[in-house]
């Protein structure tokens, strides 16, 4: 069992930052790709970005240059760094793994123009 756990939503201005987290639990979240995928009302949930266990990451082109996602292993946590918000930003935005159907709660991301 894994469980997952978003942090750091929240009403954001355009231009500004948001850090989210996402801390998981047991070792499976620690040997698996994680993601964060975001929905938006009445949008499909699209992937925005994976990191592996090893710490190699992907972004989405949509978000490249002002998202970047990182881990810390030791803490078992996953980070969404989000910069230069903008208003099609917002979304609530999942944690989950990539290979495994194991996702968290979602945490609201609004920003304001």
């Known amino acids: 069992q894994v469980q997952l756990v978003e942090s750091g939503g929240g009403l954001v201005q355009a231009g500004g930052s948001l850090r989210l987290s996402c801390a998981g639990s047991?070792?499976?979240?620690?040997?698996?790709?994680v993601g964060w995928s975001r929905q938006a009302p009445g949008k499909q949930r699209d992937l925005v970005a994976s990191?592996?266990?090893?710490?190699?990451?992907n972004v989405d082109d949509s978000v490249k240059g002002r998202f970047t996602i990182s881990r810390d292993n030791a803490k078992n946590t996953v980070y969404l760094q989000m910069n230069g918000l903008k208003p099609e930003d917002t979304a609530v935005y999942y944690c989950?793994?990539?290979?495994?159907?194991?996702w968290g709660q979602g945490t609201q991301v609004t920003v304001s123009s």
């Open positions: 989950h793994l990539l290979y495994l159907n194991y």
């Open positions: 047991g070792s499976i979240f620690r040997v698996n790709t």
């Open positions: 990191v592996t266990s090893g710490g190699t990451s």
